[in-house]
């Protein structure tokens, strides 16, 4: 009997496709991501530059363009710390006891994020809209919540309430409450037991929801669109990019837009090197 | 064991939960509460004209139809987005993987005018389906292509860590049996991984039930032709319409709610007869 | 079917090879354990016969039956395999576990329902499992699932089954009842059988011939009285029980250790060699008469009892060499041994390998 020659085509374990179907699969994959992804990503930078670079400054240095990006960082400014602040209480009390309702509780903290933007906006205008609860209260007093930018910060608040509680929660659970219990019984106070233990142990689930955070608190629209009022120079700067979208400026709207997609992008790294960092425990592969 | 009688070993229970509750109501629980007690001062009348109405109808219509096949499409090629990704190596993997969370961090709104833009008939894309007679931007084409944008990271980031814990030996076994790649991909890996494709498709539905900013700049937005539900309501806050756009906040609400419930459910029903010793 | 390799060789990525250039044949109806520790390549000969991986040399060889299948894939070789960890389908039940091999045959081979139900009903029965064929792999013991995997592999009639590592996830007493029914299971249906363990009693108990391992190669190929009792290398030796090893000067036929001298038949002929005797500790007899050559004296250190034996731990008198004896706990009840006590041991059985060997 003569030696054969393993035939090429056949040198491939058990587990994988002929050459041939792994090619094509990852051109219609590329070929899906490219029309959907790639394109819409290059066009952003392609319209805000079309006028020329020095357009392109123009527009972010108009005191609209400089306003919007002042109110879209005090509504992050807020929103974030705060939602980071309830994210950690709310790990905290969920992770490591053990009372009725924790179920219930864990799904009402999820609200936020199946509700349409729109409807996340137009609670709010229920409760302090000059029809709302609040409404009346508030026009005498002569504060404006609707329409001005506490209600921008509210509805910001609203829709990434969640974010960095849906991190931390399966990730604390994961973690157990052994070390902390040991802390304790090694003399630890309340603070110091969550300094220095808890703490180090989630920081990068933390940093990881602050990220997302951040991400939607930037790039929210619908919510603010219902609660602000529209108004020239009190817009955020999502509301910005639609108002001179709207007023036939592209270019300029694109050149806004830039920024956030840029924005976006730096998110998209910063994720990806805090996946990379934090390894152990917390979900990664998040949805927004 | 009631809360009061339970030694807590940890500290900070009463604090963290009392902050949780307090910070809860305050954000969420009070601005949703107020919309059913909205609800419950309509009158049955104005609520079914609200929430019944030839517009309105209309805009479920495409509201459900449109992001079912938003869905749909996300589910197909997230699949093949997600098997590509964990199965091959290719050049610029990594930078399809760190792309695939574009829709979730983009803003809406630069989504929307971008792809009102590109769509249109003067558009990169658009031109290009111009003498075919196909127009996307201000039809209801396009709100379909904007809700398979938002759409698209769902399906691959449920389904990509089912692939990646993947045991090879089950295919080794299928190939064992006689089962080439084709028929093992179609009677093994695919029911196996469907709970997640599912949950996916899921995720993706709601998004895009919901969707906004992304849709409001490609659909020409006239009622009964391309008008979705959240866009139905803006309509009717700037017109005032409260009590017209509680009602159909609140059917929203509902619908978003037993999703969440069905994910929920879906997510338990994957794990039951999936799980190893 | 008889099954023959000639020539593997595989290497793996780190430079170390799994296997070299290793030939074996097991004839046809055989049942034939792959023996080693971990590393050996036992488990990557029994995939590449299986058709999960493949030979890195162009003159190795597959051959079923004299056929050449060495390009054949997995799905085309009809050789039933099984898993140490089973790859079960979690998502059938078990009656459609077995029943896959059947259903996936292109349309023309495909057998008709009444007839697919009829063989997993008696697969089913012959793996003793008939009324759980509705039943999900997860609501199965871990016993009951390697029956259900191997079942799946035989609905196929294969003309070669491959178990890797088949009990391995198990817990000793499914072991042993597995172990006892896997050769009952052979002995009715005669399929050539070609399984990997690293459990040397299984391998002795089960197999008609054993083929041990190590480091990518083939030590020794026998039945299982036949590698024990003349091992061929000390590492196989080692591999299959525990081991005393004395050092000795080979002279005339016997092997000097100490004082005494042991016939060592294999090594006549050369003289004045270091050399290492090995004993198995049930071949070292204790007693507390003086006894003259070629018992020699030693002293206990220390002994325990487990279950129906007993091990005493000894040092040589005349050097400070410890050894170990493995009395029945009735002998054991008879010496009544105390530690410092000196004793005097004979040594039976004695194996000698030239020094150069090492374990």
């Known amino acids: 009997m003569t030696a054969s020659t393993i035939p090429v085509a056949v040198r491939r374990s058990a587990t994988t496709e002929p050459a041939l179907v792994r090619w094509v699969l990852i051109a219609v994959a590329l070929l899906f991501m490219a029309l959907f992804l790639v394109i819409p990503l290059v066009a952003v930078f392609a319209q805000a530059f079309s006028k020329g670079i020095g357009y392109y400054f123009h527009t972010l240095a108009a005191p609209n363009t400089l306003s919007a990006i002042k109110n879209t960082s005090i509504a992050a400014g807020i929103s974030v710390p705060l939602n980071c602040i309830f994210g950690v209480a709310a790990a905290w009390a969920i992770a490591k006891f053990d009372f009725f309702g924790k179920n219930i509780l864990t799904t009402l903290i999820d609200i936020p994020f199946c509700v349409s933007p729109v409807i996340a906006g137009f609670v709010f205008v229920l409760v302090f809209g000059r029809q709302g609860w609040f409404g009346p209260w508030l026009l005498e007093h002569g504060i404006r919540v609707i329409f001005a930018m506490p209600g921008i910060v509210l509805a910001t608040m609203f829709v990434t309430f969640p974010f960095v509680a849906r991190e931390l929660i399966p990730l604390m659970q994961s973690q157990g409450r052994s070390v902390e219990e040991a802390a304790r019984t090694l003399g630890a106070r309340g603070w110091q037991m969550f300094w220095r233990v808890t703490l180090p142990n989630i920081k990068w689930g933390l940093l990881y929801g602050v990220i997302l955070c951040n991400a939607r608190a930037l790039g929210e629209f619908g919510a603010v669109s219902v609660v602000s009022g529209h108004i020239e120079g009190a817009n955020t700067m999502t509301l910005e990019v639609q108002a001179l979208f709207e007023n036939y400026d592209q270019t300029g709207a694109f050149a806004l837009a830039s920024v956030l997609t840029f924005l976006a992008l730096m998110t998209i790294v910063l994720k990806e090197w805090v996946e990379r960092k934090g390894t152990a425990g917390f979900s990664k592969r998040t949805t927004l | ?277 | 079917m008889s099954v023959e390799v000639r020539n593997i060789s595989k290497k793996f990525e780190r430079d170390t090879s799994a296997l070299d250039d290793v030939s074996l044949k097991i004839e046809s109806g055989e049942l034939v354990a792959l023996l080693g520790p971990s590393g050996s390549g036992k488990t990557t000969l029994l995939r590449i016969i299986g058709g999960l991986e493949f030979p890195d040399n162009p003159g190795a060889q597959v051959l079923f039956h004299g056929s050449d299948v060495t390009g054949l894939p997995a799905h085309k070789r009809e050789a039933g395999f099984a898993f140490q960890h089973y790859a079960l389908f979690r998502h059938l039940t078990v009656f459609e576990n077995i029943a896959f091999g059947l259903r996936v045959r292109p349309f023309w081979k495909r057998p008709r329902e009444a007839q697919i139900r009829e063989r997993v009903g008696i697969l089913l029965k012959l793996i003793q499992l008939e009324g759980l064929a509705k039943r999900f792999p997860s609501q199965l013991s871990g016993g009951q699932r390697q029956r259900v995997a191997l079942a799946r592999a035989l609905a196929l009639e294969p003309k070669v089954l491959l178990l890797d590592e088949p009990f391995g996830a198990l817990d000793a007493k499914v072991r042993k009842e597995l172990r006892l029914w896997l050769r009952t299971l052979h002995e009715e249906l005669h399929v050539t059988t070609l399984f990997v363990t690293h459990d040397q009693e299984e391998a002795l108990e089960v197999a008609g011939r054993v083929a041990i391992l190590r480091e990518g190669k083939i030590e020794q190929i026998g039945t299982p009285e036949e590698i024990y009792d003349h091992p061929a290398t000390p590492f196989v030796y080692d591999f299959l029980g525990n081991v005393n090893l004395f050092k000795g000067r080979v002279r005339d036929g016997a092997v000097q250790i100490g004082d005494s001298k042991f016939a060592a038949p294999e090594m006549s002929g050369d003289n004045g060699f270091l050399a290492t005797a090995f004993v198995r500790p049930h071949d070292v007899s204790v007693t507390r008469e003086p006894a003259g050559p070629p018992a020699f004296a030693a002293s206990i250190l220390r002994f325990h009892v487990i279950g129906p034996l007993a091990e005493l731990e000894l040092k040589r008198t005349d050097s400070n060499e410890t050894f170990t004896a493995q009395l029945s706990k009735e002998r054991f009840h008879e010496l009544n041994p105390h530690p410092g006590e000196r004793v005097f041991v004979e040594l039976h059985n004695v194996k000698v390998f030239p020094e150069d060997y090492s374990i």
């Open chain 2, 1 to 277: 064991m009631s809360l009061s009688r339970q030694r807590k070993v940890l500290p900070g229970f009463r604090l963290t939960l009392g902050f949780t509750l307090f910070y809860l109501g305050l954000i969420v629980l009070v601005p949703v509460a107020a919309t059913f007690a909205k609800l419950g001062g309509l009158t049955w009348a104005e609520f079914s004209r609200a929430v019944a109405s030839p517009v309105t109808l209309a805009a479920y219509r495409l509201s459900f139809g449109a992001s079912f096949f938003a869905a749909l499409v996300n589910a197909v090629f997230g699949l093949l987005v997600a098997w590509v990704l964990v199965r091959y190596q290719f050049w610029g993997k990594r930078l399809m993987d760190a792309l695939v969370d574009l829709p979730f961090a983009l803003p809406t709104a630069v989504a929307g005018i971008t792809l009102a833009s590109l769509y249109s008939e003067n558009g990169w894309i658009g031109r290009w389906l111009a003498p075919f007679g196909i127009k996307v931007s201000y039809t209801s084409l396009g709100v379909f292509v904007a809700l398979t944008f938002i759409g698209l990271p769902f399906v691959v980031r449920t389904v990509q860590p089912v692939l990646e814990d993947f045991d090879l030996e089950i295919e080794e076994a299928a190939a064992s049996l006689g089962a080439n790649r084709f028929k093992t991909f179609f009677r093994v890996i695919l029911p196996m991984i469907f709970p997640a494709l599912l949950t996916g498709f899921a995720l993706a539905f709601a998004r895009a039930l919901g969707e906004y900013g992304s849709v409001v700049f490609i659909s020409s937005n006239i009622p009964f032709r391309t008008q979705i539900v959240p866009v139905l309501i803006m309509n009717k806050l700037e017109q005032f319409d409260y009590a017209g756009a509680t009602a159909l906040a609140v059917v929203m609400l509902a619908v978003s709610f037993l999703l969440l419930l069905a994910i929920n459910w879906l997510q338990w029903w994957s794990t039951r007869h999936r799980e190893q010793a």
